[in-house]
């Protein structure tokens, strides 16, 4: 394989830095090894996708669609509106 610095050459070239990119070449090119570093860690950690679903904390709920609340009961509910609209306090100045 590739060292980080070859590989960051390669890329820089097919994402046709300008001369801006070309003066933080250093910063960006530590960034990037980090960024591979980081990478070869995950890779490195354990495959859970064959775990099954004993791996997850708490069983997970079926998502069923149920029935909302309607505007009528929803306006009737709010402090203010007008019509089928809600007034709200201002936020933002």
């Given at each position: 394989?590739?060292?980080?610095k070859e ?8 994402a ?21 570093e980081?990478?070869k860690?995950?890779?490195e ?6 775990a099954?679903?004993?791996h997850s904390?708490a ?7 149920k029935?909302s609340?309607?505007?009528k ?11 089928s609209?809600?007034k709200?306090?201002k936020?933002i100045?």
């Amino acid at each position: 394989m590739e060292n980080a610095k070859e590989i960051f050459d390669r890329i820089s070239i097919l994402a046709r830095l300008g001369p801006y990119e070309e003066r933080q070449h250093g910063r960006l090119a530590g960034d990037f090894t980090r960024i591979l570093e980081l990478f070869k860690v995950l890779s490195e950690a354990p495959d859970l996708s064959d775990a099954g679903s004993d791996h997850s904390a708490a069983p997970l709920r079926e998502d069923v669609a149920k029935p909302s609340i309607s505007v009528k009961a929803l306006v009737e509910n709010f402090p203010q509106s007008e019509g089928s609209l809600l007034k709200v306090p201002k936020v933002i100045e």
